[in-house]
C-alpha cells in the first residue's frame, strides 16, 4: 500500500451545509465541464462544501497545509484503505474485506507534520452514506488482507481498539493498520486513525509514521487532541 504525503466536547450534531442550486445555465470551458444544469436544463446541487465542519491548520500541534481537492480523494484512499481511485488494477485478497471508498466530493483534508521523524497528522472531514458499524465489523473480519498493484504486494494488518473517546451520539471508532510493503527489505509503515460519524458526516484524525511499534505518548496526545478538535468543529 502506497503513502500518500504532502511536504468531551459538545454533542450537537451539525449536518453538513446545504449548497444552493445553481442558477442560469451550464458554463462549458474547454474540455472542464462544470455541471450545474442537469442536460434538461434542470438544476441540480453541486458538491457540498464542508470546509465549515473541517479543523483549521492552527489546530494542528506544529500546523498543517490543505490537501488541494484534486488530491482529496488519494488522502482519503490513503487513510481508510481503500485502492487508490487511479489504481484500478489493484487486487485485494479476500477480495469481499475490499476497504468501501469514501466520497470525495465536498470532503475537507488537512496534513501537518506528526510528532518523530517523518510522522504525519491527517484529518479529513466527508459526507459518507454508511455506518460507521459498517466500517468497524468489516476491520474485524478481515484482521490481515493482502493487496498487489503493479506487481508490488502489501499485507496489512488491521485491529479495531477500544473508541478513545464517548461523544454522545457521536459513533467512534479506533482502527489501528500496520502495512507491509515488497520483499527482501520490506518496508512498514503504521497508521492510528480516530474516526468519528454522526448521520452522513464522518470525521477521520490519522497519526501516520514509517515503522512497527506502539505509538509513543507524545503521538497519542497529539492525536486525541487533534480528534477532540475535529469532532468539534464538525459536531459541535
Not at 488537512?110 to 459518507?128: K, N, Q, S
Not at 454508511?130 to 468489516?138: S, Y
Request: glycine share 8%.
Amino acid at each position: 500500500m502506497a503513502q500518500w504525503c504532502v511536504v468531551t466536547l459538545p454533542t450537537r450534531a451539525r449536518r453538513r451545509p446545504t449548497v444552493p442550486l445553481a442558477a442560469a445555465a451550464c458554463v462549458v470551458a474547454a474540455t472542464i465541464v462544470v455541471s450545474g444544469c442537469a442536460v434538461s436544463g434542470d438544476p441540480v446541487a453541486s458538491s457540498p462544501d464542508m470546509s465549515t465542519l473541517s479543523v483549521k491548520a492552527q489546530d494542528f500541534p506544529a500546523g498543517a497545509s490543505p490537501i488541494p481537492p484534486s488530491a482529496v480523494a488519494n488522502a482519503l484512499a490513503d487513510v481508510t484503505g481503500a485502492p487508490m481511485p487511479a489504481q484500478t488494477n489493484t487486487e485485494v485478497s479476500p477480495p469481499e474485506c475490499t476497504p468501501a471508498a469514501v466520497s470525495a466530493d465536498g470532503a475537507v483534508a488537512f496534513l501537518g507534520p506528526g510528532p518523530g521523524e517523518r510522522a504525519t497528522l491527517t484529518t479529513i472531514v466527508a459526507g459518507v452514506d454508511a455506518p460507521l458499524d459498517e466500517l468497524v465489523e468489516q476491520a474485524k473480519r478481515c484482521p490481515t488482507i493482502t493487496t498487489s498493484t503493479y506487481g508490488a504486494s502489501s499485507t496489512i494488518t488491521t485491529e479495531v481498539l477500544p473508541p478513545s473517546a464517548v461523544l454522545g451520539e457521536v459513533d467512534t471508532a479506533t482502527i489501528r493498520r500496520t502495512i507491509v510493503t515488497g520483499g527482501g527489505v520490506p518496508s512498514t509503515t503504521s497508521t492510528l486513525a480516530l474516526v468519528g460519524q454522526h448521520d452522513d458526516v464522518r470525521v477521520y484524525a490519522e497519526y501516520r509514521w514509517p515503522a512497527a511499534g506502539p505509538v509513543s505518548p507524545e503521538a497519542a496526545g497529539a492525536l486525541d487532541e487533534l480528534f477532540t478538535k475535529a469532532t468539534a468543529a464538525a459536531f459541535g
